[in-house]
């Protein structure tokens, strides 16, 4: 069926809203899967339908609101930051990996729902301790920094890292407790990682997003949209954010004075679990392997029926 003929987006962002289909997997990780929820949410049919409506400033995309400076793209203050730094003896042990280009340690809170409707004001201690974007749980390797879920790579949700962000194609696959300075793209697992071509199609993107939520299995490895999170484990990701004028800068707001332009890119980077915390917390010891220009989403053609 063209997409032209396809219920409208906001009927079926009320059908999931009320209904949602659960699909619960189980891959090599022991972790229990909804095939729905792992399926970023700007790659969800309902989303894609909604290219030519969405607004593109400052106001209300989905069920966030980009003008709430804990969705924005600002950048964390020194304050922010000391409360989800990574621990010293960490960052010491490190050291020699850290001084090299293009890598980075980042500890993820757990995500308590701080960053979403924010017409509901919060009052819970943790999500008034974390004020930064994103609230500590989502981060951008394009940018380098917490940012809020809209414009992330990846957030840490139920003890999983899970792809998220605006029309984001994300997944990832777990190599095992190998050192992080030898991952490439000759690692064995990582091919099918590098060499995969995201579609520019929307509908094709929506099929990709549910295929990687369910589990792509290429030989003895499985790709995914969420995995789990365990300690002294290594994994690859790739984050495919795709080219739409959806992240401007917010000129006409005050608290947004440094704010710079979302950087769509396509990017795979390496990661290693080095520390999980009793508060659910974990610390990723990263590395950029690749970077490219995104392709540009396109948009269902008006003559299509």
């Given at each position: 069926?063209?997409?032209?003929?396809?219920?409208?987006?906001?009927?079926?962002?009320?059908?999931?809203?009320?209904?949602?289909?659960?699909?619960?997997?189980?891959?090599?990780?022991?972790?229990?899967?909804?095939?729905?929820?792992?399926?970023p949410i700007n790659t969800r049919q309902g989303e894609l339908n909604r290219l030519d409506t969405m607004p593109r400033v400052g106001i209300e995309a989905g069920n966030q609101n980009l003008n709430s400076n804990s969705v924005a793209l600002r950048k964390p203050n020194k304050k922010e930051l000391a409360l989800v730094a990574p621990k010293p003896e960490d960052v010491a042990k490190y050291a020699a990996f850290l001084a090299r280009e293009k890598t980075g340690i980042v500890r993820l809170i757990p995500d308590m729902g701080c960053d979403t409707n924010k017409?509901?004001?919060?009052?819970?201690?943790?999500c008034s301790t974390y004020t930064l974007p994103g609230s500590g749980a989502s981060f951008s390797f394009r940018l380098g920094r917490y940012v809020g879920n809209y414009f992330s790579d990846l957030v840490l949700r139920d003890n999983a890292l899970a792809a998220?962000?605006?029309?984001?194609?994300?997944?990832?696959?777990?190599?095992?407790?190998?050192?992080?300075?030898?991952?490439?793209?000759?690692?064995?697992?990582?091919?099918?990682?590098?060499d995969y071509a995201p579609p520019k199609d929307a509908a094709a993107v929506v099929k990709e997003s549910e295929k990687f939520a369910k589990g792509a299995v290429d030989r003895d490895f499985t790709y995914r949209s969420a995995v789990a999170v365990a300690e002294n484990t290594t994994y690859l990701f790739r984050s495919v954010a795709y080219r739409k004028e959806m992240a401007q800068p917010l000129v006409d707001n005050p608290d947004?004075?440094?704010?710079?332009?979302?950087?769509?890119?396509?990017?795979?980077?390496?990661?290693?679990?080095?520390?999980?915390?009793?508060?659910?917390?974990a610390t990723l010891l990263w590395q950029e392997l690749a970077r490219r220009d995104a392709p540009k989403l396109e948009r269902p053609k008006k003559d299509d029926k």
């Amino acid at each position: 069926m063209k997409l032209k003929n396809r219920i409208s987006a906001g009927l079926l962002v009320l059908i999931a809203a009320l209904a949602p289909r659960v699909f619960a997997q189980q891959d090599q990780t022991g972790i229990q899967q909804d095939a729905t929820k792992n399926v970023p949410i700007n790659t969800r049919q309902g989303e894609l339908n909604r290219l030519d409506t969405m607004p593109r400033v400052g106001i209300e995309a989905g069920n966030q609101n980009l003008n709430s400076n804990s969705v924005a793209l600002r950048k964390p203050n020194k304050k922010e930051l000391a409360l989800v730094a990574p621990k010293p003896e960490d960052v010491a042990k490190y050291a020699a990996f850290l001084a090299r280009e293009k890598t980075g340690i980042v500890r993820l809170i757990p995500d308590m729902g701080c960053d979403t409707n924010k017409n509901v004001i919060d009052v819970s201690s943790k999500c008034s301790t974390y004020t930064l974007p994103g609230s500590g749980a989502s981060f951008s390797f394009r940018l380098g920094r917490y940012v809020g879920n809209y414009f992330s790579d990846l957030v840490l949700r139920d003890n999983a890292l899970a792809a998220s962000g605006n029309l984001n194609l994300g997944f990832f696959v777990m190599l095992g407790d190998i050192p992080l300075e030898n991952v490439s793209a000759q690692t064995i697992g990582a091919a099918y990682l590098f060499d995969y071509a995201p579609p520019k199609d929307a509908a094709a993107v929506v099929k990709e997003s549910e295929k990687f939520a369910k589990g792509a299995v290429d030989r003895d490895f499985t790709y995914r949209s969420a995995v789990a999170v365990a300690e002294n484990t290594t994994y690859l990701f790739r984050s495919v954010a795709y080219r739409k004028e959806m992240a401007q800068p917010l000129v006409d707001n005050p608290d947004f004075n440094d704010i710079e332009v979302d950087k769509r890119k396509d990017v795979v980077v390496a990661f290693r679990v080095v520390r999980k915390d009793a508060d659910g917390s974990a610390t990723l010891l990263w590395q950029e392997l690749a970077r490219r220009d995104a392709p540009k989403l396109e948009r269902p053609k008006k003559d299509d029926k």
